[in-house]
């Protein structure tokens, strides 16, 4: 079957590809040799699925697939008309920014650098920018005047932006906040090498903003996540990181054919009082990406005089495009397990781990460490929830990069573990809760980055719904052991931490608390109807307490709690926080005088 120009044309409008995507693809296949998908992408900067739509509507006119993409021979001729005038430089779009001019001594010494780049972490969003993107950067913040004798500060640094700015301009300070400490050690020995005014700072965004840094910054740059998520949280502490008159540079990409998640983006400005002064369309160009061309823009910000409420911004799904579920626990305190190293520390732990001569001890969400080695020496054994292995000789030893999550945990851990012990400081508990399973534990050692009594609210760092307070209510005791200043972990964390020992709380001792009587063995019926579980759980309270209580009575019980019937129809487990809140209130008012969670 032949075709013609025209037909492809006519084609090419019927399947709604826009013509200039058209023309972009067609010059790059006419100028450039050896030409990969990859490379296509990059230079078009158009997402790999529009790509692959274009190169399927010139199937015919193509050589036949191979490594590289190429035009055959007799339609180079008819492609050239079409276009008219081709420009070997389509992509050149920035004719403002000559990277050849004066720019050897950058591009030498940065090319070196960008090598020694630890390879890019998926999970944290990690892709690598070009060396052309790099020096791009600078020369873009060269020309807006922000180089000289200013304080910037980086969020997030994979591609050592930060380098190229202290080569080549000539800032008052740079500072780097980062979560992976191989991206902040990498930067820091450049920096003390080359005596560039470089300070790194370890940091999961997730979690905090370090207070000594805010208000500080006359420049805030920033590649965020690929996410409407990640964005809105790295926008929000650049915002706290502004001194007045400060200006936001951020990149963000989306694909051409979802121009609802630029919509979005833009609702994240409004929101956080932020407004686009300049937009430099398919500035930044990636390595991967594909989805999205490998490419983003790169937006210059200006904070509106309207005020920022900087309240605590609740992350309610993951920040990282790469996010996957196995990694659960690990995006509890994202990719960095902290371990105990300080010895005095180390031993009264043992103490504490040794006072009822266990002969295993499980570990969750925790690096292989001293702590562990000296309960080796011990004789202890040492269950791995996460590898699932079972540690018995003191010469083990673990990458614990490769570390597997196994989610949810298999059968055969549903069983009591003598002691469990979370040795990393953990930020959510609700996943961890969830996956542990709890009331299998005899004991738990927990570590948390803040304090907190059981049966309260005022847990401020530590991400905890009313389901998990009420969990750990009724099914356990907990006392304070320790607080662990941040030296005591390698790496060091950012603020004291708490450990805490939970012992299991026997049913029996909550007969003289009526509402947490009940409570608790709603939650052991967690599979049942609420309105049978209820009504069971009510009677066998009267009963403990030498009270004979009918069904009928129950019922009138349940009445009374005024709770609406498409809740009393949900299965206990089904029960959302709001739902939970209403059965804990209807029980404290109906059973007024008592002790209410």
């Not at 851990?413 to 469990?420: G, H, K, P, T």
Request: with cysteine; hydrophobic share 40%.
């Amino acid at each position: 079957m032949h075709l013609t120009l025209e037909d492809l044309l006519n084609s090419i409008a019927e399947s709604g590809i826009q013509s200039q995507n058209f023309r972009a693809v067609l010059t790059i296949l006419l100028n450039s040799e050896n030409l990969t998908m990859q490379t296509l992408i990059q230079r078009t900067r158009l997402p790999k699925s529009l790509v692959i739509k274009i190169l399927k509507q010139l199937q015919m006119f193509l050589e036949p697939p191979s490594q590289y993409i190429r035009v055959k021979p007799e339609n180079i001729e008819t492609f050239l008309e079409y276009l008219e005038e081709v420009q070997p430089d389509y992509l050149q779009r920035y004719d403002w920014i000559q990277l050849k001019d004066n720019e050897e001594k950058l591009e030498s010494f940065f090319s070196e650098i960008i090598e020694k780049r630890p390879p890019p972490k998926r999970s944290l969003d990690q892709f690598d920018a070009t060396s052309d993107t790099v020096v791009r950067r600078v020369k873009f913040l060269e020309r807006e005047g922000v180089l000289a004798g200013t304080k910037i500060l980086f969020l997030g640094d994979y591609d050592l932006t930060s380098i190229a700015v202290a080569v080549k301009g000539s800032p008052k300070e740079i500072h780097i906040i980062d979560i992976d400490p191989e991206v902040l050690s990498l930067i820091q020995k450049i920096a003390d090498d080359c005596q560039f005014p470089i300070k790194t700072h370890h940091q999961d965004l997730r979690l905090d903003f370090p207070k000594q840094l805010l208000s500080s910054f006359d420049v805030v740059f920033t590649d965020p996540p690929f996410t409407l998520n990640g964005a809105k949280l790295f926008l929000l502490h650049a915002l706290r990181a502004l001194a007045p008159q400060g200006t936001i540079y951020c990149c963000f990409g989306y694909s051409p054919n979802n121009l609802n998640v630029g919509i979005q983006f833009q609702e994240i400005f409004n929101e956080l009082g932020l407004v686009a002064r300049t937009i430099l369309e398919n500035f930044n160009v990636y390595s991967k990406a594909q989805s999205i061309g490998s490419t983003s823009h790169l937006f210059k910000l200006k904070p509106t005089k309207i005020p920022v409420k900087m309240m605590p911004f609740q992350i309610g799904h993951p920040i990282y495009s790469g996010y996957r579920e196995k990694e659960e626990l690990i995006q509890l305190i994202g990719p960095v397990r902290y371990r105990l190293i300080q010895e005095e520390l180390i031993a009264r732990i043992m103490n504490e781990l040794l006072k009822d001569t266990p002969k295993s001890i499980a570990f969750l969400n925790a690096p292989f460490g001293p702590l562990q080695r000296q309960l080796l020496t011990k004789g202890i054994s040492i269950k791995d929830i996460e590898t699932e292995t079972i540690r018995e000789e003191p010469t083990y030893r673990t990458n614990i990069a490769e570390i597997e999550i196994v989610y949810p945990p298999s059968s055969k851990f549903e069983s009591s573990y003598e002691s469990l012990v979370v040795e990393s400081p953990c930020f959510n508990l609700d996943p961890l809760i969830e996956w542990i399973k709890l009331r299998f534990c005899k004991k738990i050692f927990l570590m948390l980055p803040d304090q907190f009594e059981a049966t309260s609210e005022n847990l401020k760092t530590v991400e905890a719904s009313l389901w998990t307070r009420t969990l750990l209510s009724l099914f356990w005791n907990w006392n304070l052991i320790l607080s662990i200043p941040p030296e005591a972990f390698e790496p060091h964390f950012i603020q004291t931490a708490y450990l805490y020992e939970g012992s299991f709380l026997q049913k029996e001792l909550l007969v003289t608390q009526p509402n947490r009587y009940i409570l608790r063995e709603l939650f052991e019926q967690p599979t049942k109807m609420l309105l049978n579980a209820l009504r069971e759980a009510i009677i066998r309270f009267y009963e403990k307490n030498g009270v004979q209580f009918t069904k009928n009575q129950s019922n009138e019980f349940i009445k009374n709690l005024e709770l609406p019937p498409e809740v009393l129809h949900l299965r206990v487990q089904q029960l959302s926080d709001d739902e939970l809140k209403m059965i804990i209130e209807g029980l404290s008012k109906k059973l007024r005088g008592t002790e209410a969670i």
